[in-house]
């Protein structure tokens, strides 16, 4: 059983374009969480998603950030018109079930994608 | 989610047992304590957690105060592979996200 898929695991962009970072989850999980490190920080919240609905997006940036996690296929976090700050490593988790599943809710994550903004 | 409070950084020496302690005074009942690690440039990865009992899996050990109001993260025998920022986080049962503090620098020597 593969692990979660984070795609690219390195992304170049200059300043005001579009940056979309990907993340598969691992097979039969429905929950998606994204977050995002900047250098030397700690991992911030960004958002959670299950199939088809963002449940709780209280980390994310109010302008400019955008996540989805459709019925197929992976989820996609989207930074429009990217700023210097912006440049972070973003790692996406994935579980089975929430943390209501009764188990604790144990995340598996990828392993990131570095984005550089030039 | 409730905070819990970390040693900034702790060292080792290889091959011999480490003890990371975790506070977490304002913890629920319903909150269980997990414990992950992140490697270098790798994303965290999942080590442990309880809710109430000790708990023991093939990487590590979990001793939970009867209180609950501090945990310690056992590593039986640490290797170098075992550096790494540990984090202790909270998390409540109908919570639906992790809350990663700074954590644990571990750094171990041969």
């Known amino acids: 059983n593969a692990g979660v898929m984070q795609n690219p695991r390195h992304l170049v962009r200059r300043r005001g374009q579009e940056a979309r970072l990907r993340c598969s989850p691992m097979?039969?999980?429905?929950?998606v969480y994204w977050y995002r490190q900047l250098p030397e920080e700690g991992l911030k919240f960004m958002v959670y998603?299950?199939?088809?609905?963002?449940?709780?997006e209280s980390g994310m940036p109010k302008e400019r950030f955008s996540a989805e996690f459709p019925k197929e296929g992976p989820s996609i976090l989207r930074i429009q018109q990217v700023v210097r700050g912006d440049s972070a490593a973003y790692f996406c988790?994935?579980?089975?079930?929430?943390?209501?599943?009764?188990?604790?809710?144990?995340?598996?994550f990828g392993s990131g994608t570095q984005l550089s903004v030039l | 989610d409730a905070k819990t409070t970390q040693p900034n950084s702790m060292e080792s020496n290889e091959e011999e047992p480490v003890h990371l302690p975790c506070n977490h005074s304002?913890?629920?009942?319903?909150?269980?304590i997990h414990w992950y690690r992140q490697l270098p440039s790798q994303g965290p990865e999942y080590v442990i957690h309880?809710?109430?009992s000790n708990v023991n899996n093939r990487m590590a050990s979990l001793a939970i105060a009867e209180d609950r109001k501090s945990s310690t993260l056992i590593l039986h025998r640490a290797t170098l592979r075992d550096a790494a920022v540990y984090y202790c986080?909270?998390?409540?049962?109908?919570?639906?996200?992790?809350?990663f503090g700074a954590g644990t620098i571990l750094r171990v020597k041969s």
């Open positions: 988790a994935s579980s089975p079930y929430g943390v209501d599943g009764g188990l604790g809710g144990k995340l598996f």
């Open positions: 304002t913890i629920s009942g319903t909150d269980y």
């Open positions: 309880g809710l109430t």
């Open positions: 097979k039969g999980h429905s929950h």
């Open positions: 998603l299950q199939k088809e609905n963002i449940i709780d």
């Open positions: 986080i909270l998390r409540g049962e109908y919570g639906n996200k992790l809350v």
